[in-house]
């Protein structure tokens, strides 16, 4: 039988995904066998038809990933349960706080005859799932898996979570990745503090820099999380949005900041048809107006003619970038750009064949 790998994380939206897309193209590349799943879905539309039953409980990141592959349905497995305010609601209500069989229907998915990899991606945090009897210990534990973390880097003080994480899970754990990690810190990083984690008996597999790229937002989702009015270029919404700028200047002073920025987003009020028509000309993805009153058709125009969408929205200006400042770098990798930028981060910084050998797969 293959071997099984889950992929974990302290805190939610760590990079686990891109992590998972990276590994799995090298597996592909060396045609070695894998299947992917997620025992417990944290990213699942429950409206769509036909979602009540189990077996076509597939999680969309299991699902993008898959797609993003060629992987077959059967290369997918599907998820246990949702985690999801209603479920959860459901489980506190009916007092069922413990699971007397979570692990039947993957124990059965996975007898099957497979030499490969199994790679299971965990849910947020080490001790989300709990609810559900599926927090990434149990899994682990359960199913006899190695864990490998994708870990958040901020400073020395992140070392808390791993060194807990370590305490936790034991012999289970297998190593870790640091993510998102300052780029001008990455060798230092590399010198000074993986020697430091792997005296610790923390194994390192990768260091990755941050990217603005990874942590970007479409339009559209900034148009659902802030319940915008799309006033032009509706089919501009999958443009990404990389940083966040507030015209609240001088047209002068604006025009100079602009142009130092990329990709933006940027938040002004509806009367400053100055700033406004300023941004256009920069590299802005979106134009979103705050306050009263409707913009001036030329502007509409000028929008329209540059593929640049132009949102309304009823908030002020502070609690609408707050709203955006809370939307990046957490959303899904579920774009391609994404997905092709992953491929090339985990290639070129993590020690892939390292892993291999610590799992003992012959690739």
Not at 127 to 142: D, K, M, N, W
Request: aromatic share 6%.
């Amino acid at each position: 039988m293959g071997a099984t790998l889950m992929i974990g994380s302290c805190e939610p939206f760590s990079g686990k995904s891109a992590f998972i897309l990276g590994l799995s193209r090298k597996l592909i590349a060396a045609n070695f066998p894998i299947r992917l799943g997620k025992p417990l879905a944290t990213s699942f539309d429950e409206d769509l038809p036909g979602t009540s039953a189990p077996q076509l409980l597939i999680d969309d990141d299991v699902r993008f990933v898959g797609e993003t592959l060629g992987l077959s349905e059967e290369e997918l497995i599907p998820s246990l349960h949702l985690l999801s305010p209603k479920t959860a609601y459901k489980r506190l209500a009916s007092s069922k706080l413990v699971v007397d069989t979570p692990f039947e229907d993957l124990k059965k998915q996975l007898s099957f005859p497979f030499e490969g990899l199994t790679i299971l991606e965990g849910a947020g945090s080490l001790h989300e799932g709990l609810l559900y009897g599926l927090s990434l210990g149990q899994v682990a534990r359960e199913l006899d898996a190695r864990v490998l973390l994708v870990h958040l880097w901020q400073n020395s003080c992140s070392v808390e979570a791993l060194l807990a994480a370590k305490h936790q899970l034991g012999d289970k754990l297998v190593g870790i990745v640091l993510n998102a990690v300052t780029p001008q810190d990455v060798e230092v990083l590399r010198k000074e503090v993986v020697p430091s984690l792997e005296a610790l008996g923390i194994t390192v597999f990768g260091v990755m820099p941050s990217s603005p790229l990874l942590r970007s937002v479409t339009v559209g989702e900034l148009v659902r999380r802030l319940e915008a009015r799309v006033i032009c270029c509706s089919e501009r919404l999958e443009l990404l949005v990389e940083t966040l700028s507030i015209g609240a200047m001088n047209v002068n002073s604006a025009m100079e900041f602009f142009r130092k920025r990329r990709n933006m987003a940027v938040v002004t009020g509806a009367g400053r048809t100055d700033i406004q028509l300023a941004a256009l000309e920069a590299s802005t993805q979106c134009l979103i107006l705050t306050g009263a009153g409707e913009p001036l058709p030329q502007l509409i125009n000028r929008a329209e003619e540059l593929d640049v969408p132009l949102l309304k929205v009823d908030h002020d200006t502070l609690s609408t970038v707050e709203v955006i400042e809370q939307a990046f770098g957490h959303v899904r990798l579920h774009e391609a750009v994404k997905a092709t930028f992953a491929f090339r981060l985990v290639e070129e910084n993590c020690y892939i064949d390292k892993l291999f050998e610590s799992l003992n797969l012959m690739i």
